[in-house]
């Protein structure tokens, strides 16, 4: 009977259709574009395309989508804010009016996956969720179908392919060249790739690694590799750590108290005692990161030499099956939740700090499904594409430019610890590196796109072309966003030329970006920066900053009055309506409080005070907009945003000036 039945499939449909593991089948689904992941970059990916008027299938290995942005991390790495643009920007505009703000990049995990499902909905995007892959089909250099396996085997098949999963997974399934670690400093002529042993998030000298202190026959104690330490800048194949980015709630009446994990093991965090003795820290933040999130909650991050990073475990992460992988994270998991729980019962920890730690417990209104605790597990690396251009240190310092961007990067080029060793009888960790103190960067398109004997229908916004430490910087949540409505971008376009990714007309590309950010053709945002020598005049003498600045640069003035100076920002309006008007105010010292500035609509000039307490600079973010309030602009009538020194008692910051159609 089953022979039959098989039979009359193949002759009726003329297709083999695969079979699951319950024998169950679907029929085949064909569309212009099949997104894999369900990331934020995926979810993205997929809406840009419904809303350039392709079919789409986004494919989701998760049951939730948004992966890190909704699964804990919600303090965001952003770098620059410059640097997010179009949909990822859109993002952090949805979540900041849902806490009254133009902006907000600060948020709860709950809050960040609707918004997600927003645009879900809005572009009635078809998802499958619970879906893996297991083959690609490729003919000619390019993927005809791929198979994913969830509640039924189901093949899709697709004109472009985005791979916009952490791991890369349909990138590796479809034999699109990749790497896995730490290249060597002299691949690429880099200086902080490969092995670094340097000071962040380090242990002090004379940290004993031993079971038994001053006994190497004792054994090290867990955690601690064998391994020697290799020369300075040597490759490897070691993947930097991860950790789960923890959301807690210190509000009775939203907490699940903290209890003993399964299999917890008391002896994992004897280092961290060890630690403690040394250091003696007033607080958690002394080996935890608890930045403080919304209604009560906490984005708890990894900090100090032993805290939440599980180094040197996930090795065997980017290369595993789905099992192997769920394995890994559930470890992670174990791990994690047990140094919460050592933390606040162990009474070897100092009684201020457990203390502290029982004043926090798992949120009730978060994670409801996954027993209060993130599904996603921060895969800060895996698989990276060698595609048809690579981004290296020297992308990241401005030392090479590329001509064909289609995002920027600003954030330092960061690396978590990959292993833990004993060197000179003292237990180190090896591999953190955090290097900025450069400005935006462009990131090629060529970098997300394979060489084209590797495959012409597949774009990689993720596991993006980047080295090592250069991937440290570009792997930013709005980043992967940015990239993801590129890709998507660039595979419509290629769809309508009926070319390959690699032939695909990337100033278009560029150009759709630009004029329609949203994909939505609503009129864009007018951003006139202090750089923009175009729109902008300078009056008198300002100093130049290019740090902790909006874009590039920043023009700031001390003086305090004593000579009359001031910054003209005149946009170019080619759409007139009404515009709500705002102004960067960047995080400095000195700052003054009750800066003046004029607002001229094309008819008549209006000043307006920026107090103190309008300025509200959140996280880790540079500065924030502030309101100038709504005005009537006409197109060609010569309106402007004119910031001076005039009643100044401190610092005054010209940076820039956004004009937001309402």
């Not at 690429?188 to 092995?195: D, F, I, M, P």
């Not at 791990?335 to 162990?346: A, C, P, R």
């Not at 874009?551 to 009359?564: R, W």
């Not at 005070?609 to 005005?631: D, M, R």
Request: charged share 20%.
């Amino acid at each position: 009977m089953k022979i039959k039945l098989f039979s009359i499939l193949v002759l009726c449909t003329g297709y083999l259709l695969p079979l699951n593991s319950s024998g169950y089948t679907a029929p085949p689904r064909e569309v212009d574009i099949c997104v894999y992941g369900g990331t934020s970059a995926g979810v993205i990916a997929a809406y840009t395309a419904k809303q350039l008027h392709k079919t789409v299938l986004l494919v989701s290995p998760e049951k939730h989508l948004g992966g890190l942005t909704s699964g804990g991390l919600g303090y965001t790495d952003i770098g620059n804010k410059y640097a997010i643009t179009g949909l990822s920007r859109d993002f952090y505009r949805r979540i900041g009016a849902h806490y009254g703000k133009l902006e907000q990049w600060i948020f709860e995990p709950h809050v960040a996956e609707a918004t997600f499902q927003q645009y879900i909905k809005a572009g009635k995007v078809d998802v499958l969720y619970g879906y893996t892959i297991s083959n690609a089909v490729k003919q000619n250099g390019y993927v005809t179908e791929i198979t994913v396996n969830g509640p039924a085997a189901q093949v899709v098949k697709a004109k472009m392919f985005i791979d916009c999963s952490y791991e890369g997974d349909l990138m590796a399934k479809a034999g699109i060249s990749y790497t896995v670690g730490r290249e060597a400093n002299a691949q690429y002529q880099e200086t902080y790739n490969g092995v670094q042993l340097l000071n962040k998030h380090q242990f002090p000298d004379g940290i004993d690694p031993y079971k038994v202190p001053g006994k190497p026959e004792s054994g090290l104690l867990w955690g601690i590799s064998s391994e020697p330490l290799a020369s300075h800048g040597a490759g490897d194949k070691k993947v930097q750590a991860y950790n789960f980015r923890i959301c807690l709630s210190n509000r009775p009446e939203n907490s699940i108290p903290i209890t003993k994990p399964e299999g917890y093991d008391p002896s994992r965090y004897e280092l961290l005692v060890r630690l403690l003795d040394v250091t003696k820290p007033e607080s958690l933040k002394g080996f935890l990161k608890p930045d403080l999130m919304p209604n009560g909650k906490t984005d708890i991050n990894n900090n100090g030499a032993f805290s939440t990073d599980m180094i040197g475990m996930n090795y065997n992460y980017p290369e595993a099956d789905d099992a192997t992988r769920k394995k890994l994270i559930h470890e992670h998991e174990l791990y994690t939740k047990g140094l919460l729980y050592f933390i606040g019962h162990d009474e070897r920890i100092a009684p201020h700090l457990r203390k502290q730690m029982l004043q926090w417990g798992y949120p009730k209104d978060e994670y409801t499904d996954n027993g209060h605790w993130s599904p996603q597990l921060y895969i800060r690396e895996a698989r990276r594409m060698v595609g048809a251009y690579v981004m290296t240190q020297a992308n990241c310092e401005g030392r090479e430019k590329v001509t064909d961007a289609v995002g920027m990067a600003a954030y330092t080029m960061d690396s978590h610890n990959c292993q833990r060793i004993v060197v000179n009888g003292m237990v180190k960790n090896e591999g953190d590196v955090q290097i900025g103190g450069f400005g935006p960067y462009p990131v090629s398109y060529r970098s997300i796109i394979p060489k084209p004997e590797d495959a012409k229908n597949v774009l990689v916004p993720v596991c993006l072309s980047a080295s090592h430490i250069a991937y440290g910087s570009i792997r930013m949540e709005p980043v992967f966003m940015v990239l993801a409505q590129s890709a998507a971008t660039a595979a419509a376009v290629a769809i309508d030329q009926r070319v390959p990714v690699q032939e695909t007309d990337v100033q278009k590309v560029q150009t759709m970006l630009r004029t329609n950010p949203l994909a939505d053709n609503s009129p864009a945002e007018i951003l006139v920066d202090d750089d923009d020598a175009q729109h902008v005049t300078v009056n008198g003498d300002w100093k130049k900053m290019v740090h902790g600045c909006y874009g590039p640069s920043m023009l700031t003035d001390d003086s305090k009055g004593a000579v009359p100076k001031s910054v003209r920002f005149s946009p170019a309006i080619e759409r007139a309506g009404k515009y709500e008007v705002f102004t960067y105010v960047p995080r400095l010292p000195n700052l003054d409080g009750n800066a003046h500035v004029k607002v001229y609509d094309g008819s008549r000039v209006k000043e307006v005070e920026i107090t103190a307490a309008s300025i509200k600079v959140e996280g880790q973010t540079s500065g924030e907009w502030v309101s100038l309030g709504t005005y009537q602009l006409k197109a060609g009538t010569g309106a402007y945003v004119e910031i001076g020194n005039h009643k100044t008692t401190g610092i005054v910051a010209a940076d820039a000036v956004l004009f937001v159609p309402r």
